[in-house]
Nanobody, 125 residues
Framework: QVQLVESGGGLVQAGGSLRLSCAAS????????MGWFRQAPGKERESVAA????????NYADSVKGRFTISRDNAKNTVYLLMNSLKPEDTAVYYC??????????????????WGQGTQVTVSS
């Protein structure tokens, strides 16, 4: 089993940057595909970015391509989401998730097995 704890959220002005971190417990972190997802008030949870177990493959939602970068450090059991050029519409609770049997796109929410508790990101205009 994997336990995930997100951090790094906060309040930022439009155009600013934040880096989210997700620390994972367990010795098998490097086997998992990791993803970042978000949920805004009154909206469904949506995918943001994902990274393969080795870090060799990444994928992004169209809404964040060119602005967000996902990375991981398997030695530290941590996955990161660097968010640049933030917009008010990026405001949401951001969750990280881990999955063992995640298919090629890596952005299907239902393929992830373990979830963190989320961290709030608020972008003011």
């Amino acid at each position: 089993q994997v336990q995930l704890v997100e951090s790094g959220g906060g309040l930022v002005q439009a155009g600013g940057s934040l880096r989210l971190s997700c620390a994972a417990s367990g010795r098998t972190f490097s086997r998992y595909t990791m993803g970042w997802f978000r949920q805004a008030p009154g909206k469904e949870r949506e995918s943001v970015a994902a990274i393969s177990w080795s870090g060799g493959r990444t994928n992004y939602a169209d809404s964040v391509k060119g602005r967000f970068t996902i990375s991981r450090d398997n030695a530290k059991n941590t996955v990161y989401l660097l968010m640049n050029s933030l917009k008010p519409e990026d405001t949401a609770v951001y969750y990280c998730a881990a999955g063992l049997r995640v298919t090629t796109t890596m952005l299907r929410i239902y393929e992830y097995d373990y979830w963190g508790q989320g961290t709030q990101v608020t972008v003011s205009s």
